[in-house]
Structures are given as C-alpha cells and as structure tokens.
C-alpha cells in the first residue's frame, strides 16, 4: 500500500504507544472514554506465540502517524477458525485503509488452510462493534458475512441489592491457589466451554503458555477474584473476575463463568454470579459487567437477564465470518 503516501508495514514495539493512541482516539469518537491501555496492549503484543511481522500490520501516513491496525489470531491447532481485529483512525477512514488492511488479513489467514486438516471448513472471523456502521459496510463489502452478535451485560449494583449466593448441597468455593492450580483451571474452563458456540478442541499446551504469561505481566489478574466452585477436590465451576474492564475503572469484570456440564441446572452458575456480585459490591465497585454470545448455546443469557443484568448497546459486537475453505464444521455449532 503506497497510494497518498500511505505505508503498510508490520509494527514493531517502538510503535506501540502511537497505536494504542490511536485506538483510544477511535474510542473517544465512538463511546467517549478511552477504552485501550497501554500495558494491557503490551501485554498483548508480547503474547507467546503471536509473531509481530506475521501476525499484525500498521498503516503510517508519509510522515509516520499510525492511522490503521489490524492482527490476525491463528496460533493453535487445528487452524480452521481464524480471528482479526483492528481499528482505523476516524479521522483516516473512507480513504481506502481499511481495505488494504482487510486485504492483508485475508492473505494472512490463506496461510493457515494448508495447516488445517485437510476436511476441515475454515473460516476467518471478525469482531465489529454494532454500532461502527462504516466497518460493518466495509467487512460486507469484502464478502463477510454478519452471523452473530457478542453483548455486554452490566448490572448497577446500587440499584439492585446482592442476593446472597445459594450453593448447591456439597459445592465450596475459594479463590485460585496460585502456583498449584493454575493448569487445572484452565482445563475446567476449557472443559465448561466446549459448548460454547464456535469451540474448538485442540490442544491446552499454547493456551497455558499465553495464560500463564498474562497472569504474570497483566495488570488485571487478581487471584483473590478467581473464584473455583468444588465439589470435594474436583473443579466444577470457575468466576474468573478482574477488578475492572478497559475505560471503566468502577466496573468490576466477569471474564469467564462456566459450569461443567454434569453439574447445570442446579444454581451453580447463578450462585457464582451472585458470589462475583457480592466480593465487588464489597470492594465499593458501582456496577459489573460481562460478555456473552447474543444467542448462547447454554441459556448464559437468560440467565444474566433473571440476575438483573442488561445489555449495553454501546458495547455489542456483530461477528462477521468468511469462509475461506468448504469443509467439515469442527467447531461447537449446537449442543
């Protein structure tokens, strides 16, 4: 890309607090607060396993200012779903960026089919937020599909007293014992969200290298708010919390409630909610908030909503996809 002095190039670390600048301009246009950090971004790009000259690309103006990123995810087996995200500068778009980008991320993800099974569909996915009209234009007109929606769900806990949680009979909860347990809670995550829509089996080795390298660079890991529900020494549910989300420091984060199977339909998914609720309210934070598939495969929405939470429109993301190859769907589609 060299048209009007346009360059695309990979990043490099030098680059990385003009970026997060830039994604944080994009988050002042759109929500009014500035939603990226820059040591959560440095977390990100120093990830194990993601490669800045394979995985990410900038767009520079002739005299250096980052007006566009995007990256591409495609670090595990099997290779069949690829994801990318990115922004372009709001005072940069409808000039050609964001196709260029796009351009890039569909070469990028082409590398990933001859690693992928040979039945396997793949297909490559983009995360867009509802209300960026032009980027949902722009994702349409490069051939994507719009499949899904992604929601925030918040609850203002001054408005809505905690309900103590009701654990089902022989279940406890404590917090994460750090450096015993942390390979284990990642395989009861994993074993909870298999029927996730879009879950993939592959193998935990990777995932535990990059989990292990956010709790011990990450600003938001915080293993008094890793919540285990067990049933005698087996994990059968986590509430893995952070102390807030990017742009909302008085919001405290759900980042994953899951329940394995054997033990739903019990309460215990809501008794950890009402648990999560409850040690936030105790550290003075004013509402909560989480994400989930707009049409989970569980019931996790519905049962948010009963919990009194709701969806803030302001942070709803289309899930755009393309298939890249004709195949096998390995992914979790129903349950």
Sequence with gaps: MSSNGYRLVAPQMADLEATVEMFNLCSLDSLS???????????????PGLDMQRDQRLVKTAEGQVVGYYEVWDLNDP????SCWGRVHPQYQDQGIGTALLGWVKERAATAIPKAPPEARVALLGYVPSQFQSARRLFEDEGFTAIRRNLRMVIDLEDHPVTPPQWPQGITVRTMRVGQEERAVLEAVNDAFRDHWGHVEHSLDQDFERWMHFMKTSEYFDPQLWFLALDGDQIVGTSLCYPHTDGYPEMGWVGSLGVQRAWRRRGLGKALLHHSFEQFRQRGKRQVGL???GASLTGATDLYLKAGMRPDPQHEYTIYEMEMRPGVELSTQSI
Excluded: M
């Excluded at 607060?33 to 990830?47: C, G, H």
């Excluded at 290779?79 to 690829?82: G, L, M, N």
């Design 79 to 82: 290779h069949t779903r690829i």
């Design 291 to 293: 994400g989930v598939d």
């Design 33 to 47: 607060v500035q939603k990226f950090d820059l040591e959560d971004i440095r977390t990100e790009w120093n990830s």
